[in-house]
């Protein structure tokens, strides 16, 4: 059974930093891309952050590139994102998702067959 579990949310300050976990069991980090996503109330689910399982190169929104960070630690099957100097726009719940090698289009949710059940971020202005 494949599973992926998010952690590491919670509220944090206009300016302050989370650092969120995807801990993946029945599938392995040597072959699954992951990519986070996020939603806020109201809004469609978009892309945030993806690396791949081919070569561990990153991918990043507009919106939080030279803020966040993706990373990866195979050994454990977790995938980490660290988000710095984050805004009140980032407020929504963040997903993790995985797909067996590289999306056509790493930020269009349609292709990624697992999914975790989300972690709230909520940052105050």
């Known amino acids: 059974e494949v599973q992926l579990v998010e952690s590491g949310g919670g509220l944090v300050q206009a300016g302050g930093s989370l650092r969120l976990s995807c801990a993946a069991s029945?599938?392995?980090?040597?072959?699954?891309?992951i990519t986070w996503f996020r939603q806020a109330p109201g809004k469609e689910r978009e892309g945030v952050s993806c690396i791949s399982s081919r070569d561990g190169t990153t991918y990043y929104a507009d919106s939080v590139k030279g803020r966040f960070t993706i990373s990866s630690d195979n050994a454990k099957n977790t995938v980490y994102l660290q988000m710095n100097s984050l805004k009140p726009e980032d407020t929504a719940v963040y997903y993790c998702?995985?797909?067996?090698?590289?999306?056509?289009?790493?930020?269009?949710?349609?292709?990624?067959?697992?999914w975790g059940q989300g972690t709230q971020v909520t940052v105050s202005s």
């Open positions: 998702a995985a797909d067996r090698g590289l999306p056509v289009s790493w930020r269009s949710s349609f292709y990624y067959d697992y």
């Open positions: 029945g599938v392995s980090l040597d072959d699954y891309t």
